[in-house]
Nanobody
């Protein structure tokens, strides 16, 4: 099973940018569909960005499309989430996760999870 460690969270003001990193170990992340999920306070965890393992196709939730970008760095075995134009409603714990499915977007599709990194956006 792949191990995942997120980093890059923090406290920023609205309009700022952050880049989250998800470093993998134990397995090559290129063999997995990778997803970033967020879990706002009191809410369920849901996917915000996914990149497939086969053709690198990406998917974004409606709330972040046009502002967030998911990408991979194979040499570093790392997946990133570039978050621009942050809004207070982006405040959440962000998790990266790995799936063996080519098409995956639900929590149940992902078998490996990181510990999460917290993002707080103030207005």
């Amino acid at each position: 099973q792949v191990q995942l460690v997120e980093s890059g969270g923090g406290q920023v003001q609205a309009g700022a940018s952050l880049r989250l990193s998800c470093a993998g170990s134990g397995r090559n992340l290129d063999n997995y569909t990778m997803g970033w999920f967020h879990q706002p306070p009191g809410a369920e965890r849901e996917a915000v960005a996914v990149i497939s393992y086969s053709e690198g196709q990406t998917w974004y939730s409606r709330s972040v499309k046009g502002r967030f970008t998911i990408s991979r760095d194979a040499a570093k075995n790392t997946v990133y989430l570039q978050m621009n134009s942050l809004k207070p409603e982006d405040t959440a714990v962000y998790y990266c996760a790995a799936s063996e499915f080519r098409v995956a977007a639900d929590v149940e599709d992902f078998g490996s999870w990181g510990q999460g990194t917290e993002v707080t956006v103030s207005s």
